[in-house]
C-alpha cells in the first residue's frame, strides 16, 4: 500500500525557536498517534525559513528545551492516543 499524504495528519507541534528544532505529534490514517522529532528549520539572514533539515544530532540547547517541553507533549500525546 503506497504512502497517502492525505491520511497524513500532524496533530500537535512545538518549535524551538532558538534552534529551529521541531517535536510534533502525527497521526498517519487510523493509527496510533506518535511524536516525531525533527526536522530542523532554521532561518535565513533576511528572515525567511530555510528547507527542512534533518534534526541530527541534539544540542544542549536542544536537549534542555526537550526536557523543559516533554510534560507538555507527554501530556497532549497521552490525550490523544487511544487505549490498547
Known amino acids: 500500500m503506497p504512502f497517502d499524504p ?3 495528519k500532524q496533530l500537535k507541534l512545538w518549535k524551538n525557536d532558538e534552534t ?6 502525527n497521526q498517519y490514517g ?5 511524536l516525531q522529532i525533527g526536522p530542523r528549520i532554521l532561518m535565513k539572514k ?3 525559513p530555510r528547507v527542512p533539515m534533518k534534526a541530527g544530532r541534539l544540542a544542549v540547547e536542544d536537549v534542555l528545551w526537550l526536557y523543559d517541553t516533554i510534560d507538555e507533549i507527554k501530556d497532549e500525546l497521552t490525550a ?5
Open 6 to 8: 492525505e491520511k497524513d
Open 30 to 34: 487510523e493509527g496510533q498517534p506518535k
Open 46 to 48: 533576511d528572515g525567511t
Open 80 to 84: 490523544l492516543a487511544e487505549p490498547e
Open 20 to 25: 529551529g528544532l521541531i517535536v510534533s505529534i
